[in-house]
C-alpha cells in the first residue's frame, strides 16, 4: 500500500499541514480543539462509521505531529492539554516515536489461512491430503480449516488448484521486519518497543490509518519563530518529492521563505562516508574483518548489530551522511540548528541518540515538509531558478535508491584502488536484511560489502515520502546527473 | 486520432492532496489503452497553482481540455478521461 494515496495518505498529511499553520500563524494554542472540526466537517461521518470517532482520531493524530504522547481512552482529558508545553524551541518528543492509536485499530485478525468461495468441494480435495495435521474437513461440502489446529504451514494453498485458499495477516504484521507486532487485551496492533527499529513500514501500511509517529514540525517553527539561525541538511532522496516545479535550483527561495538559512545537501555527507568506507574496504577486508557492512540507514544498522553481537565492529563505524553533513554545518557556524530533512522515521531515533544529539537538533520527513509549505503558502511555481545545488557528486546522490550505497563505494574503491576487487551482496526490506545477515553471520559473506536498506526501494520507499517508487527513482537519477561531479572522491567539498 | 490535453496542478497543496498520483493513474491508462480501446492521443502537463486550493479542501485539481474537476481522484480522471474519448 505504501507509494499508493489513499485517504489515509490524505488526513496524515493535513494534519501536518494544519500543526505547521497552528504554529506559524499563532503564539497561543487553544484553537488546536477546532482543528478535528475543520478536517472532517459536517454530521456525517466519511471514513468511518461515526464522524465523532474520526474526529477523536484526528485529534490524536494532531497530538503525536506536536510530539505529545496519546491521551488515554479511559479517561477525560483535553486535546490541548501540554500544547503550550510542547511550543518550545527545541527537541521536544519522547520515546515511543510510533504509536498505534488503539481505537483507530481495527483489530485485524492475525496470520491465519482461510478457505474462500472459490472452493468448489472438489472430490480430489487434495487440501485435506497434504495437510500434516489433519487440520482440514469437509464442513457442507466444502473445505473447513480448523484454526486450532492449523500450524499455518501453507501447504494446502500451495495443493489447492483453484486457488481457495488465502493467506490473511495483517498489514501492520507484515510490513514489520522485526516482527515486533503483537496484540493487546483487544485483541488490537500493539508495538513491542524493544523490537521495533521504527523504520515506519507498518505507518503507511496500515489500512486503517492506526498508526502514527510524532513529529517535530511543531518545535522547528517554535525555534524558526524566535529568530534561530536553522538549517536544512536535505536527504538525496528529496529529488521529485515535492513535485516537478520543486526544482533543485529553487529549493534554496523556497527555505528562505519558511524561515530557514540555508540548505545543505546531506550527499555531502554521503560522499565522505563513501570514501572513507572505500578506504576502509580495502584495508580491513578480509584480512582485519571478515565483511563490512553500511551504516547509513539506522534500521538496519540496529537490526545488524543487533543480529551479530559478535561482529559489531563490521558494521561502518564512519558516521552516517546525516553527521558528517551536520558537522559540516556546525563548523560552518556553530550557532546554527540543523534539520535533517529525509524520508526517514528512524532518523527520527538516530538523532536522540548521545552521541549524535549534539549535531542534529530536528528530524522531519519530506511529507511534513511539505505540509510547512503548504501552511506558508510557496508555490514553486512562482519562484526563480536561483541557486543551483552544488555540494555533492553523482555517487552521493545515488546513496537515496537502493543499491546506491554499495555503488559508490565499489566506484571510490576503484578509483582508488584499480586492483581491489570489491564483492558486494544488498538486501532492501528488514527481512531480506535479517537473512543476508544470517548468511554472514554463518561465514558465507566473508570479503564481502554488505548494504543493506530497511525500506523497500531504498530511502525512495521511507515512510515519509510522497511519491510513487518509479517517479522517485527517475527523479534521482536526473539530481544525479546534474552532479559537476561522478565520484565522491572528486567532489572538492568533502575535505571541508 | 482525438488529442486530450490534461493539466494536472502540480501547486503545492495539490502535489500533498496526491495529484502525482493522479498522474500515474493517467499514465496507467495509457497502458491499458488497447484492452479499452481508446484511440487517443493524452498529453499530461504538470502545471502551477490553477486557483481553487484557495477554498478550503478543494485540491487536487485538474483540467481536462476546458473541464476543471476539483477535489479529484485517479478513479474520477480516468473515467472522465475515458468518457472524453469516447463521445
Ligand atoms: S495547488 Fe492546485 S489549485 Fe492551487
Not at chain 1, 495437510?131 to 489446529?149: L, R, T, W, Y
Not at chain 2, 485538474?62 to 469516447?86: F, H, P, W, Y
Amino acid at each position: 500500500m505504501q507509494g499508493i494515496y489513499t485517504s489515509v495518505t490524505k488526513i496524515r498529511r493535513q494534519v501536518f499541514a494544519a500543526v505547521a499553520k497552528l504554529a506559524y500563524e499563532h503564539d497561543e494554542y487553544s484553537s488546536i480543539e477546532e482543528i478535528p472540526y475543520q478536517i472532517i466537517p459536517g454530521e456525517v461521518a466519511t471514513y468511518r462509521n461515526s464522524v465523532f470517532v474520526e474526529r477523536a482520531i484526528i485529534g490524536e493524530r494532531l497530538r503525536l505531529a506536536m510530539g505529545l504522547p496519546l491521551r488515554r481512552a479511559d479517561e477525560h482529558s483535553a486535546l490541548s492539554k501540554g500544547v503550550e508545553e510542547a511550543a518550545v524551541p527545541k527537541k521536544f518528543f519522547s520515546a515511543p516515536l510510533v504509536n498505534v492509536i488503539s481505537f483507530a485499530c481495527n483489530a485485524c485478525p492475525t496470520n491465519s489461512y482461510e478457505v474462500s468461495n472459490n472452493c468448489r468441494g472438489c472430490l480430489a480435495h487434495p487440501c485435506t491430503s497434504v495437510c500434516p495435521v489433519k487440520a482440514i474437513s469437509i464442513v457442507n461440502g466444502k473445505s473447513h480449516i480448523d484454526k486450532e489446529k492449523c500450524v499455518r504451514c501453507g501447504r494446502c494453498q500451495q495443493a489447492c488448484p483453484y486457488d481457495a485458499i488465502v493467506h490473511y495477516d495483517r498489514p501492520c504484521a507484515a510490513a514489520c521486519g522485526m516482527d515486533a507486532i503483537g496484540s493487546d487485551e483487544l485483541g488490537r496492533a500493539k508495538i513491542d518497543q524493544e523490537k521495533c527499529v521504527s523504520c515506519g513500514q507498518c505507518i503507511v501500511n496500515c489500512p486503517f490509518g492506526a498508526i502514527a509517529d510524532k513529529s517535530e514540525i511543531f518545535q522547528i517553527i517554535q525555534s524558526i519563530k524566535q529568530g534561530d539561525k536553522v538549517c536544512a541538511a536535505i536527504a538525496p532522496s528529496f529529488a521529485g518529492q515535492l513535485g516537478p516545479l520543486a526544482t533543485t535550483e529553487k529549493l534554496h527561495e523556497a527555505f528562505k521563505i519558511l524561515g530557514f538559512d540555508d540548505v545543505v545537501e546531506v550527499a555531502l555527507g554521503a560522499d565522505k562516508g563513501a570514501v572513507a568506507e572505500a578506504h576502509h574496504y580495502a584495508h580491513a577486508v578480509p584480512d582485519k574483518q571478515p565483511f563490512l557492512a553500511t551504516s547509513c540507514c539506522p534500521s538496519w544498522s540496529v537490526l545488524a548489530k543487533r543480529t551479530l553481537p559478535d561482529l559489531v565492529e563490521c558494521v561502518s563505524e564512519s558516521d552516517t551522511p546525516m553527521i558528517e553533513t551536520a558537522k559540516v554545518i556546525k563548523k560552518r557556524n556553530p550557532n546554527t540548528k540543523v534539520v535533517f530533512v529525509g524520508p526517514c522515521v528512524a532518523k527520527k531515533l538516530e538523532a536522540t541518540r548521545k552521541l549524535t544529539a549534539g549535531y542534529i537538533d530536528f528530524v522531519i520527513t519530506f511529507e511534513e515538509l511539505m505540509g510547512m509549505f503548504v501552511a506558508k503558502g510557496v508555490e514553486f511555481g512562482d519562484l526563480n531558478e536561483e541557486q543551483p545545488l552544488d555540494d555533492a557528486s553523482s555517487d552521493g546522490r545515488g546513496y537515496a535508491v537502493a543499491g546506491g550505497v554499495a555503488d559508490a563505494i565499489v566506484n571510490n574503491v576503484k578509483a582508488f584502488y584499480p586492483d581491489k576487487e570489491v564483492l558486494v551482496d544488498r538486501a532492501e526490506g528488514l527481512k531480506d536484511c535479517k537473512k543476508m545477515l544470517m548468511l554472514a553471520k554463518a561465514g558465507k559473506r566473508n570479503g564481502y560489502l554488505l548494504e543493506g536498506m530497511a525500506c523497500p526501494g531504498g530511502c525512495i520507499g521511507g515512510a515519509g515520502t510522497l511519491m510513487p517508487l518509479n517517479k522517485a527513482a527517475a527523479a534521482v537519477k536526473q539530481y544525479q546527473k546534474s552532479s559537476p561531479y561522478n565520484l565522491a572522491k572528486d567532489n572538492p567539498n568533502i575535505d571541508e | 486520432m482525438k488529442k486530450l490535453r490534461i493539466e494536472v496542478c502540480s501547486g503545492s497543496e495539490c502535489v500533498m492532496m496526491g495529484s502525482m498520483d493522479i498522474i500515474e493513474a493517467i499514465e496507467g491508462l495509457k497502458q491499458v489503452k488497447q484492452q479499452l480501446k481508446l484511440r487517443a492521443q493524452i498529453e499530461i502537463v504538470p502545471c502551477k497553482c490553477l486557483g481553487p486550493c484557495k477554498n478550503e479542501n478543494l485540491a487536487p485539481v485538474v483540467r481536462i481540455n476546458d473541464e476543471l474537476i476539483t477535489q479529484a481522484t485517479g478513479d474520477i480522471v480516468m473515467s472522465k478521461i475515458i468518457a472524453a474519448i469516447k463521445d
